[in-house]
């Protein structure tokens, strides 16, 4: 199977939310606020697999969704900070967004860097952040931002240097499946390839 046109969702993570605590200790009579920092969200991260040639692996998975930041505690302790999701596909891949058709960016083999497609959310401030000579007991803290999300089609361009054009049943797909290792539906009625096959020589 051959797939070379997809569309999928993405979605960063969101920032955790700041926390709002207060320092309690034995003999501390004024601990004074100590809410953490919420953690950042896991951004998505497109990045080229040198060992694909199709986009057959999402053919049924369309929906990729980053992590959130961990929420901030008290004792100043911080959320977690989300892992990056990365998603894999093969060179020459191209990334349109789904409701202009315009390119985002093309995953190609020269440039090989990874590509941040949706940067997840901040974290927010806990209340030690919000402390002032004036306000000593802030009761509020920041919430995290909500990470980028977007629809995106998956165009793999193609770059071959022979195509097999014919008559049906003339024999091109059992000339494809002895010459590579490519594995085409073979059966004596007329169109039974119904969608290109691709072999590497």
């Known amino acids: 199977m051959f797939v070379d046109n997809v569309k999928i969702y993405v979605k960063a993570g969101d920032g955790g939310n700041g926390a709002v605590a207060f320092h309690r200790e034995?003999?501390?009579?004024?601990?004074?606020p100590d809410g953490g920092d919420g953690g950042h969200g896991g951004s998505?991260?497109?990045r080229i697999d040198e060992g694909t040639n199709t986009l057959l692996a999402f053919r049924y998975r369309h929906k990729f969704i980053a992590?959130?930041?961990g929420n901030g505690k008290g004792g100043k302790l911080h959320?977690?900070?989300?892992q990056n999701l990365f998603v894999m596909?093969?060179?020459g891949t191209l990334i349109r967004d789904a409701e202009t058709g315009k390119i985002i960016h093309d995953m190609t083999e020269d440039d090989g860097a990874d590509f941040v497609c949706?940067?997840?959310g901040r974290g927010g401030w806990g209340n030690r952040h919000?402390?002032?000579?004036?306000?000593?007991?802030?009761?509020f803290a920041k919430s995290g931002t909500k990470g980028e999300e977007k629809e995106l089609i998956l165009e793999l361009k193609m770059l071959a240097d022979v195509?097999?054009?014919?008559?049906?049943?003339v024999g091109k797909s059992s000339i494809l499946a002895r010459i590579s290792a490519a594995k085409p539906k073979i059966a004596d009625y007329h169109f039974t390839t119904l969608s290109p096959n691709l072999g590497v020589v």
């Open 130 to 139: 919000f402390a002032t000579p004036t306000r000593q007991i802030p009761m």
């Open 79 to 82: 959320g977690a900070t989300a």
């Open 89 to 91: 596909v093969p060179p």
């Open 163 to 169: 195509g097999l054009i014919g008559y049906p049943s």
């Open 67 to 69: 992590e959130n930041g």
């Open 44 to 46: 998505i991260v497109f």
């Open 26 to 32: 034995k003999y501390v009579s004024h601990g004074g």
């Open 118 to 120: 949706c940067r997840g």
